[in-house]
């Protein structure tokens, strides 16, 4: 299919160029040309007249738990091992293949009309969510999380080394399989070692948990005298491409380790906050040149999947702490949740920016919404100003997936009646 975007403030995050009267046209699933001069409609299946709309590449969560939606504002105002020990793990023992399922599509459906077009998780029964992630027409890292200190990690390890050979590469790229340890504290050496030989096997990146407590690193330090950042350099996790999702409590030298093996970062503030778990020191990550995206973490611990929501707090929340109002850049927080989230993701060549031969990967935002008049900086706009609601149109692999709000590809009706069903027959 052949569309054209004309009339658009386009912000192409291409060496920071923005086009204020541009034109954007798309050929299948890629972009095709990205400039001021319109073309043709006859040219075209389909135009789309932004009438001076913001458009801009598809927001990119960086860490997430899909299935999780399952579980919102069910264990909130709790501490990060209580939340996660005595309220999330017991739920998630009641999980099925379906509840799996419904949580996903769902989280699918939220990302979409958010603005949400890749998005990196971490769970398990994941063909489930594959499978959510198929019918919807996102883009998706998805990696079956690892846990155990026995050797019942190996049964898990068995399953993300399946769902690899099975679904990577599905839907002309739309998914990618990543391998996933999820952290030093539930997993014993022995099973990060081997997640790390398996993604290294199959050329594969890894997705982790890192530091995101005082207690883990203190825990960490107690049980082997080193920092998790040691501990996972040192079983060789980092000898595959590496998302490290949180992030608060790095050392000078877990930040060197972190730089020295081009680790990326996954920041995400808000379920930080919720969790009193801290605020990570992303100023020092960057001067360090560490890659960064943001992600929202799950629902049961953020409540949303709106990146926009994200992209404001990275920024305002390191000018509060640091007392420094030129901390994180409107440019930079969202270059974080766009171009470099997709880098981290291993998706960098093709996703993440408006440019000819990217795939089109592309929103537009409502024109006439109260919270982006008057547009003086289009950039700063959108990072402090816009939210998920401002979405109008997202497009992704050049297929019209949402329009004018509305979900072309989800029945949210049917998704609310499984979610409902789901949930009741978890009995949470």
């Known amino acids: 299919m052949k569309i054209q975007i004309k009339n658009a403030h386009l912000i192409t995050m291409d060496d920071g160029k923005i086009i204020e009267n541009g034109c954007l046209c798309i050929e299948n699933e ?13 040219d075209f299946d389909r135009t ?3 009438r001076g709309a913001i458009v801009m590449p598809g927001l990119v969560n960086a860490h997430t738990h899909t299935p999780m939606t399952l579980f919102r504002g069910y264990a909130d105002d709790m501490t990060l091992n209580d939340w996660l020990f005595n309220r999330i793990f017991p739920a998630e023992d009641k ?9 996903s599509l769902l989280a699918c459906a939220e990302m979409i009309k958010s603005g949400t077009t890749l998005f990196a998780d971490m769970y398990f029964m994941s063909e489930s969510t594959i ?7 996102i883009n998706a890292n998805i990696a079956r999380c690892v846990t155990g200190t026995n050797n019942d990690y190996k049964d898990r390890l068995y399953e993300a080394e399946v769902l690899y050979s099975e679904y990577d590469g599905a839907n002309a790229g739309a998914v990618k399989i990543d391998f996933s340890a999820h952290a030093v504290y539930t997993c014993s050496k022995e099973a990060l070692k081997a997640v790390a030989e398996s993604a290294a096997k199959h050329n594969a990146a890894i997705h982790i948990h890192l530091s995101e407590t005082m207690k883990e690193n203190r825990d960490c330090y107690s049980q082997y005298g080193k920092s998790p950042t040691e501990v996972f350099r040192d079983m060789g996790i980092f000898n595959c491409p590496t998302n490290a999702a949180h992030c608060v409590f790095l050392s000078e030298n877990d930040m060197e380790i972190l730089a020295e093996n081009n680790v990326g970062v996954s920041h995400n503030p808000i379920s930080n906050l919720k969790l009193a778990s801290g ?10 040149n560490i890659l960064i995206g943001v992600g929202t973490d799950g629902t049961a611990s953020n409540n ?13 929340l390191q000018k509060g702490i640091r007392l420094d109002p030129t901390l994180i850049p409107a440019r930079k927080a969202l270059e974080m949740a766009t171009a470099t989230g ?22 537009i935002l409502e024109r006439n919404a109260p919270n982006l008049i008057p547009v003086h900086n289009p950039e700063s706009t959108v990072v402090y100003s816009a939210n998920g609601a401002n979405v109008q149109t997202t497009i992704i692999n050049g297929k019209i997936v949402m329009e004018n709000r509305e979900l072309l590809t989800i029945d949210m009706d049917r998704v609310a009646s499984g979610v409902k069903d789901a949930v009741k027959r978890m009995g949470i």
């Open 30 to 42: 890629k972009i095709s040309y990205v400039g001021d001069q319109a073309l043709p409609d006859e």
């Open 304 to 316: 949303s999947l709106d990146i926009f929501a994200e992209m404001k707090t990275s920024a305002i």
């Open 131 to 137: 499978r959510a992630v198929l019918e919807s027409g």
């Open 342 to 363: 997709a880098e981290i993701l291993g998706r960098g060549a093709e996703r993440g920016q408006l440019k000819k031969g990217m795939r089109a990967d592309v929103i």
């Open 48 to 50: 789309i007249n932004a």
């Open 279 to 288: 605020v990570a020191n992303v100023n020092e990550m960057l001067a360090k």
């Open 95 to 103: 999980l099925d293949t379906e509840a799996v399922y419904w949580g």
